[in-house]
């Protein structure tokens, strides 16, 4: 393992050994102040990745990455595709993204693309003082051209976007057993009910795991094929405050997702305050 003991050791034998004149006490700071941002650029994100199934055959892949940009401020961004034969069914790829502040847990912007079938949409939410800024386009099919765009300002009272919903829940689960959740989303304000039915451990790649079960009513009304549909089962796990698999509805039918990998600082959640 590389310490910075260790570096420091090899920067100087480097400076000795090309005879480096030139302010070599200058040129050794910012080299291990390099050193010391790669590794904390490493450790301020976390990444988990899914397989999506429909009974034992995958047909989605999904990730999410968490980044601490600086003690105040975490941004979100995700992606979501069908594959194999849930392209062939469906065409879906949508991504999206979403900033919070940390320091009174509450979104800046959110936005989010849509791409299901033939639709294609792009939304965006400016979060500022107690007003939503809403920018919506909706294009002709799949290509660039824009059909139509819409700017709206809504008056909020503290709602969350669907990212940053789903943290405030991750991050709630262990002290309370139920609780409600409000969001804005597609034009709507909503509050959605969730409740801790049970723990429970289950096997993972990497062994067991401590979860707890989760189920989300959530009612919400919106556009594209992934409208969500039913009660959502989620086990959270209790470390990492991730879920390890989910199994959800749609308008377009059920799945279930499962965990198939996870990188980064896995107590970044954990560590979060606000």
Known sequence: MLTPFLFYKIVIQ?????????????????????FISLNNSHASSLTAC??????????????????LI?????????HMKTVNIGSLAKRIYDYGSSEANLDHFSPQKFVFHQEEGTFKRYQEYIFKEDKIYVTERKFKKLSSEIEKEEN???????????????????????????????IFYDDRFYRIPWQVLEKITIKTSNGEAKCQKVIIKPQIKGKGLLQPKGEWFLYIDEDTLIPLKME???????????????????KLLTNLKY
């Open 152 to 182: 709206k300002i809504y008056k909020h009272s503290g709602e969350f976007d669907p990212y940053i919903a789903a943290l405030f829940l991750f991050k709630n689960f262990k002290n309370i057993q139920s609780g409600i959740i409000p």
């Open 248 to 266: 959800i509805g749609f308008i377009i039918g059920s799945v279930k997702v499962e965990l198939v990998n996870i990188e980064g600082d896995k």
């Open 70 to 78: 600086n003690k105040n401020l975490l941004r979100i961004n995700s």
């Open 50 to 67: 899914y397989d999506v199934k429909v009974f034992f055959f995958k047909v989605g892949e999904s990730c999410i990455t968490y980044s």
């Open 14 to 34: 480097l400076i000795m050994l090309n005879k480096i004149l030139f302010k070599p006490l200058l040129f050794l700071v910012q080299l291990l102040l390099l």
